[in-house]
């Protein structure tokens, strides 16, 4: 290799780490200040807020906590919330593997899976505009305009990314073990819950990861369904500090505040167990 080839090649590599750092420093910044917009604005009044939006507080004002946690309603959303997350989120660990499971091993023998798997997937690919006014009135015509209701809206809506999901990695999934079971003598069921299933929890993981951050924090789907004040949600409680000529912000950035401990805290318990389940399915894979 000529000298200056060395250099040049060195040059270029110096350059593309220093993109990548700034990349990195840029993405940085952008996920770090609304966190600290958030923060900061909880411990402002509203005046303070108003003079300097950027600035650090004077003063650490807990008027906004106590108006907030004071607040009854606060509570009951808080409750619909965690309700309706948790009950998503348990059916779709339960029912996307097991509707997974029979599209992705029977799909490429058989012409019907093959038919519902991309049907299923055409779901994709319809905007929620479309099917927004006729789901209102199926629901409202089935008595479901409720915490029921809602769940089952965001089961649905889970079916065709969850099915998609699961399908492609049970392809990494060794048949030859369900094949020895089934020699044993093992149901269908059993070979599912207790060999397939455990393999699934990295997609599973990742499949509640990322729904958990979107039911939690849905606000347009909560104001269809529910109609009533006792089903409010946390992101339904937040906007009603929104009124007609002014918008409280000290209140609606402690609701949102207050609504990122729980979050925050399911990440930071479930962390380990999260790479544990990853690690061990790359393993078991």
């Avoid at 479309?130 to 809602?150: A, D, F, S, Y």
Wanted: aromatic share 14%.
């Amino acid at each position: 290799m000529q000298p200056g080839k060395g250099k040049t090649t060195m040059k270029m590599r110096t350059g593309v780490k220093a993109l990548i750092y700034l990349l990195l420093i840029l993405g940085s910044l952008v996920i770090a200040l609304p966190i600290y917009l958030t923060v900061v604005s909880v411990f402002k009044t509203r005046g303070e807020l108003a003079a300097h939006f950027f600035a650090l507080p004077q003063t650490l004002y807990l008027g906004n906590l106590r108006q907030i946690l004071e607040n009854r309603e606060f509570y009951t959303a808080l409750t619909n919330s965690l309700i309706i997350t948790v009950s998503s989120l348990a059916v779709m660990a339960l029912m996307l593997p097991m509707l997974a499971y029979p599209i992705a091993r029977r799909m490429k023998s058989s012409r019907f899976y093959r038919f519902l798997y991309f049907f299923i997937l055409t779901g994709l690919f319809i905007p929620f505009q479309v099917r927004m006014m006729p789901l209102i009135r199926l629901l409202n015509e089935m008595g479901l305009l409720n915490q029921g209701g809602v769940v089952l809206v965001y089961l649905g809506y889970s079916v065709c990314e969850g099915v998609f999901l699961f399908a492609s990695f049970m392809g990494s999934v060794p048949e030859e073990l369900e094949e020895s079971a089934t020699i044993d003598g093992a149901s269908t069921a059993q070979i599912f819950f207790q060999i397939v299933f455990p393999l699934l929890r990295p997609m599973t993981a990742t499949v509640l990861i990322k729904n958990t951050l979107w039911v939690w924090n849905d606000f347009f789907m909560p104001m269809l369904v529910l109609n009533k004040a006792e089903y409010r949600t946390l992101p339904l409680f937040q906007y009603n500090f929104q009124s007609e000529y002014a918008v409280e912000y000290p209140l609606v950035f402690t609701t949102f505040f207050l609504s990122m401990i729980p979050i925050m805290l399911v990440y930071i318990v479930m962390q380990k167990q999260i790479i544990g389940g990853m690690m061990a399915g790359a393993v078991k894979g």
